[in-house]
């Protein structure tokens, strides 16, 4: 069993600042890709920023510059530094990792953290 627990969000104006964390925890052999989704009601779940296990990072048109992705693989976390908050970033954020375990191999989901910017 692998647990992901997100934390960080929060209510902030536009133009703000949030840091969303996501540690992972359980019977973990080796966690390859961790990313950051995120849904907005009456939306799809899109893709916000993704990075690899060597630190490789991807992130969504709409996010590029002003957030960050990054990781600490000694303490199984991911990170998203969101910074210049519009009110189009308001969603549900989800962190998602793709974990090997002795006995299994798939992503895994965090139960998500909620982030609203006002405008």
């Known amino acids: 069993q692998v647990q992901l627990v997100e934390s960080g969000g929060g209510w902030v104006q536009a133009g703000g600042s949030l840091r969303l964390s996501c540690a992972a925890s359980?019977?973990?052999?080796?966690?390859?890709?961790m990313a950051w989704h995120r849904q907005a009601p009456g939306k799809q779940r899109e893709l916000v920023a993704v990075i690899s296990s060597g630190g490789s990072t991807n992130y969504a048109d709409s996010v590029k510059g002003r957030f960050t992705i990054s990781r600490d693989n000694a303490k199984n976390t991911v990170y998203l530094q969101m910074n210049n908050l519009k009110p189009e970033d308001t969603a549900l954020y989800y962190c998602?990792?793709?974990?090997?375990?002795?006995?299994?191999?798939?992503?895994?989901w965090g139960q998500g953290t909620q982030v609203t910017v006002s405008s």
């Open positions: 359980g019977s973990i052999f080796k966690i390859n890709a």
């Open positions: 998602a990792a793709d974990v090997i375990s002795p006995t299994s191999v798939g992503r895994s």
